[in-house]
């Protein structure tokens, strides 16, 4: 990453500028670090947001880039989540074992505190002994490794028999819902060892940090989630931004063609496929910190679903747009969702807006998709149209007399 | 001089309809070839079987001296090891500019790390303007492709497959669509790149076909009809009745 890299891209520097502004203004607007003007669970809110955004990014990457409409990457994030949800729970319920067994008069044995957190962790689907699953959750590091390694592989073993297959479009899209579904499906049972739906909770809590009060936590998650926010537009922007980018903006437009050129298509699709899953991943690992919990309906084929809205809102294809779309989309449903909405009251029938977000939403998205493709970020175009004019007029060439185009098709 | 390009006895069958049909011939290495036939002689599915698009049931395609076959690698691989497509429909990537559509061609590693890494250098950018300009896009560089005229986006095609540099070179019907002007630059475009490599072009026009000056090769239901120079095929009673019983 060249200081030509940032110079050719100046969007990646208003962006970062954007973002750095933004997280100081929530800084100074804190409980913990400023004047208290917003509540710690609005910081909260904006962490998450930030999260949001980082896997938009990534769906920006794979769909409007890479043209591969994942309805997946939700099962990614929710992975990501689970495997840092582990270590946070594990090391949470080893703090609170630890004390309960301090006040015995000999100190506890290793097996008596473990016996204790697997009681304490999975009395609740009826069990106490700990799951292999589990066999790195006491380290805070292996874990981490987890949070990569987990959805990194899980996407390239799904993307290598469904790319390998030469599986596109729609079937492909379909195929990642099933996959997200499996998952879900998966987790939801008691046996998986994840606890069933109830999921992992109490994930607020640091571990070590017992000190540290949920108003400070919630700006250092910010904190964490604005520099993730950061590195990842920057490894995205410095993808897209030489010949791989052309090469999988081409695999999009034509893949067959790309192929011809000598790009063996399947390699270039598994690489953002496992790259996009893994950057989910990972913005699933500092939201569910913040929110607090995570259940098996986190990675309902739904949110996959939503995910591409957000990205189709705020226009894909461009990285800007797509965080601008998550972000817009998201707090704007969760103001909607959260009863925060005043009700219309039409006299006939009240509006709830609980109830008629999601059709405003869908609604929304037709529009979107059918009148302006671009989404929001194509506003942008707009006003640097203002300022360079377009460029493009009537075909050069002389086409008096050649032939129809059509008659040269296959 | 040992062939280049080696068809024996291919056939396909599309749905019971055999398209081509125990179809053999060579291609040399430095060779101006052109392929003529009526529509739905299998010109374009002979390109598919070559490149890697469709796979023959049986037969055998061989290239190169080392007489590697190309019926078991994929169509990337075909393309690293040299054969080139242009396709009857002008196929460039619109979105991007000419400048960016022949850098992708442009010879150079094709694996995604390499890539990722890659960074053109000085060099890599004077060949592209270089091609471009040969082309007669010299001045087209940063415009999308998608702007440009039909003619200048199959001379951009032509472009991009100078840039994989391959040995041999299939071009499915050059000068459908394009004006006069259009066609004789095609065809001294194409009579030049036949010096350092393999040529076959398909087309049905015939005089575009006399201006290449070549061996030519009748395909009539996906078989050789005949073979020679222009006036040595057209003089064949069989492709007399083939083309006039096409009306
Ligand atoms: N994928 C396919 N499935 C079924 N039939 C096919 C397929 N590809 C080609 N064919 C048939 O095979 C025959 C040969 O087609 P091909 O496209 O090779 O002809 P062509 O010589 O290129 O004709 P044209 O001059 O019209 O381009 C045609 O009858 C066509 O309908
Ligand atoms: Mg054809």
Redesign the interface.
Known sequence: MTQGFLAKNPSVLIFLAALALFTLAVTLLSHAYGVSFLSTSFVKTLGKTLCLCLIALAMDLVWGYAGILSLGHFAFFGLGGYMIGMWLMYARTEEIVVQALSGAPLPPTPEEIVSGIGTQIFGVVGGSEIPWVWSFAHSLPLQLMLVVLVPGLLALAFGWLAFRSRVTGVYLSILTQAMTLALALYLFQNDSGLRGNNGLSGLQNMPGQGAVTQDQLSVWFLWASALALGLGYLLCAW?VS???G??I??IR??E??V???????E??KL?VFTLTAIIAAIAGALYYPQAGIINPAELAPIASIYLAVWVAIGGRGRLYGAVIGAAFVSLLSSWFTGGRAPSINLGFYTVNWVDWWLILLGLAFVLVTLFAPQGIGGLFDLWQGAKHPK???A???????????K???? | MSALLEVSGVSVTFDGFRAINNLSFNIAAQELRAIIGPNGAGKTTFMDIVTGKTRPDEGSVTFGERSVSLLSLSEAQIARAGVGRKFQRPTVFEDQSVFDNLMMALKKPRGPLAVLMFRASKGDARKVRDLAEEVGLGDQLERKSGELSHGQKQWLEIGMLLAQEPRLLLVDEPAAGMTLAEREHTTALLVEMAKTRAVVVVEHDMDFVRRLDCKVTVLHEGSVLAEGTLDHVTKNPSVIEVYLGRG
Do not use: H, N, T, W
């Open positions: 993808v030489g010949k791989f052309s090469v903006r081409a437009d034509d067959q063609r192929r011809f050129l000598g790009y063996s298509v390699s270039y690489a460029r493009r007029g075909p050069l060439g002389p086409d008096d007399g050649s032939f129809q185009e008659e040269a098709v296959e």
